[in-house]
């Protein structure tokens, strides 16, 4: 069993920075899932942000937060990252964790979903 907890959302201005993290408990089954974001607006579907493979390579993004968004993550302290740069109005959404075995862009390809953290740009 995986839990995730995200942290990191708030309000930031439009051309800020944000930087998202997601504490995994599990170390086993962490250090052995791919890792990624999602993110869901208001009246829209949750759409695929980011995902990292568990060896920490094979980033791979959306297109629209390319050059703006990475992923990282420290399997030493059961954690993935999101720093979010150039942030813009449009970025605005509740942000989730998922974990699941292998690197998909997909919501169904992943077992395990943290809570969400929402991050608001404003103009």
């Known amino acids: 069993q995986v839990q995730l907890v995200e942290s990191g959302g708030g309000l930031v201005q439009a051309g800020g920075s944000r930087n998202l993290s997601c504490a995994a408990s599990?170390?086993?089954?962490?250090?052995?899932?791919?890792m990624a974001w999602f993110r869901q607006a208001p009246g829209k579907e949750r759409e695929f942000v980011a995902v990292?493979?568990?060896?920490?390579?094979?980033?791979y993004y959306t297109d629209s937060v390319k050059g703006r968004f990475t992923i990282s993550r420290d399997n030493a302290k059961n954690t993935v990252y999101l720093q979010m740069n150039s942030l813009k109005t449009e970025d605005t959404a509740v942000y989730f964790c998922?974990?699941?075995?292998?690197?998909?862009?997909?919501?169904?390809?992943?077992?395990?979903w943290g809570q969400g953290t929402q991050v608001t740009v404003s103009s």
């Open positions: 599990g170390r086993t089954l962490f250090i052995n899932h791919a």
């Open positions: 990292i493979s568990w060896r920490g390579g094979s980033p």
């Open positions: 998922a974990a699941g075995p292998i690197v998909l862009t997909f919501t169904s390809g992943y077992k395990y």
